[in-house]
């Protein structure tokens, strides 16, 4: 399965951005997918995921309120709408696919599929 994570820019704090994680080739219906992201210096963390039969969707607690995971499944595409963005948002951005259980939906390590990442840069 290959990614193609998209709509990253340039936002002032407040604003909003839609990142994007399309598939090609394959249909993304049957797997779970999340968005993570890692800051210069810093670890990969967990965003957002979402379960791959009835939806069920997770997010970190810095984002929660504000980050909106959803799926299109017609469109073999997976997105992430971020609201009220902060500069500690700032990151790049990468869209992964393939969790092997639910209960892993937050680790990286469980994922079998990741796109390139694409850069959110939120200005104070």
């Known amino acids: 399965v290959q990614l193609q994570a998209s709509g990253g820019g340039l936002v002032q704090a407040g604003g909003s951005l839609r990142l994007s994680c399309a598939t090609s080739?394959?249909?993304?219906?049957?797997?779970?997918m999340g968005w993570f992201r890692q800051a210069p210096g810093k670890e990969r963390e967990f965003v957002a995921a979402?379960?791959?039969?009835?939806?069920?969707?997770y997010y970190a607690d810095s984002v929660k309120g504000r980050f909106l995971i959803s799926r299109d499944n017609a469109k073999n595409t997976m997105y992430l709408q971020m609201n009220t963005l902060k500069p500690e948002d700032t990151a790049v951005y990468y869209c992964?696919?393939?969790?092997?259980?639910?209960?892993?939906?937050?680790?990286?390590?469980?994922?079998?599929?990741w796109g390139q990442g694409t850069l959110v840069t939120v200005s104070s």
């Open positions: 979402i379960a791959g039969s009835a939806g069920n969707t």
């Open positions: 080739g394959r249909t993304i219906s049957p797997y779970r």
């Open positions: 992964a696919a393939g969790a092997t259980e639910e209960w892993l939906l937050r680790s990286s390590n469980a994922y079998m599929y």
